[in-house]
């Protein structure tokens, strides 16, 4: 069965300093990995995905993501926060012939 | 586009009601999907839809049943409506459903049951 932990509820930081969201998995094959980010009252938006080669995958809004197959990783990262990122973010993974499965959530704050 | 649609935004129901919640999409997907969150509990899958009159069921559809009579639509109804169910809903749609493909969110029905 497929897994997703997102182990920091809450992630803090301030502005203009660079920021890490966590995700690990656990799956039976190889994984398609996903982050997408949900803004209050709205539905979620993709941010990035991997899916085979460059372990640094680039995506919107200047976020990026590092697969780790040995530690079965994919943490969201930006080299420097905003205000405006302050969000809910969601990892998922889906192996091929798979439906989706989302981690609980990662609620970030950049505090100004 | 309109990407995926849903109605209505928000609903209050009573114990028992029932309901059709409405998830549209224009950009020729074939899979779809609908589900729930609840805090703490990320998204749980309810129901899919990996083409027109092809269904399934995911993680938590008891209570819930869906139909996809056409490639754009695919509603999710409640049959009768209990506390439990109160939640945020999403309905997502997906190029197909094999590959490496991402979802496309609707905007969310906010359902209260009680």
């Known amino acids: 069965a497929q897994s997703v932990a997102q182990p920091e509820d809450q992630v803090n930081v301030a502005e203009g300093n660079p920021l890490t969201v966590k995700c690990t998995y656990s799956v039976s094959g190889n994984p398609y990995l996903f982050w997408y980010v949900q803004y209050p009252n709205r539905g979620l938006q993709f941010l990035l995905k991997y899916i085979t080669g460059d372990n640094l995958v680039k995506g919107s809004y200047g976020f990026e993501a590092e697969f780790n197959k040995s530690q079965t990783s994919f943490h969201l990262k930006k080299p420097s926060a905003l205000v405006s990122d302050s969000a809910l973010y969601f990892c998922a993974v889906r192996v091929y012939g798979q439906n989706f499965v989302f981690g609980p959530g990662t609620r970030l704050s950049v505090l100004p | 586009n309109a990407g995926v649609t849903q109605t209505p935004k928000f609903q209050v129901l009573k114990t028992g009601q029932s309901m059709t919640l409405q998830c549209a999409q224009d950009?020729?997907?074939?899979?779809m999907s609908w589900y729930r969150q609840d805090p703490g509990m990320g998204l749980r899958l309810i129901h899919y839809s990996v083409g027109a009159g092809i269904t399934d069921q995911g993680e938590v559809p008891n209570g819930y049943n869906v139909s996809r009579s056409t490639t754009e639509d695919f509603p999710l109804r409640l049959l009768s409506a209990a506390p439990s169910q109160t939640s945020v809903y999403f309905c997502a749609s997906s190029y197909a459903f094999a590959g490496s493909y991402e979802q496309y969110f609707g905007p969310g029905t906010r359902l209260t049951v009680t």
């Open positions: 950009m020729n997907h074939e899979y």
